[in-house]
């Protein structure tokens, strides 16, 4: 497993799947690539965190990572879908049931995160500057 390609998923996946509230008027606000953020956009803050819950996360279930086949790209995207309970993630991979479930175990076990815009960048909730 490479854990730099994972982070980047991860990221990917946070910027695609979040929402700018900064710009909602009440209804449905943008998505954060909507709204013109990248990963770029990304503080090294925050990129240091996701970093190290990759890493994390991916040392607690090593071997069901490498069980599941799965590329580094879509265990990125996938851990982030998953532990904010999106309507997707390792459950819905075709993988067997008990591997999926351990997998979305572990990651619901991280808790929900968002990622924010401030100041121009964007930082995980609950993450100053």
Known sequence: M???????????????????????????????????????????????QAARVVAEFCQENERDLYMSGLADEQIGHDLWLTRNRHGAGFWDRGLPSD?????????????EQDLMPEDGSLIFSGEEG
């Open 2 to 48: 490479d854990t730099a390609k994972i982070t980047q998923a991860y990221l990917e996946c946070a910027v695609w799947a979040g929402n700018d509230w900064t710009q909602s008027d009440g209804g449905n606000p943008p998505t954060l690539d909507a709204a013109g953020y990248t990963v770029a956009d990304v503080t090294p803050k925050a990129r240091a």
């Open 99 to 111: 591997l999926g479930k351990r997998l979305t175990d572990a990651a619901h076990a991280m808790g």
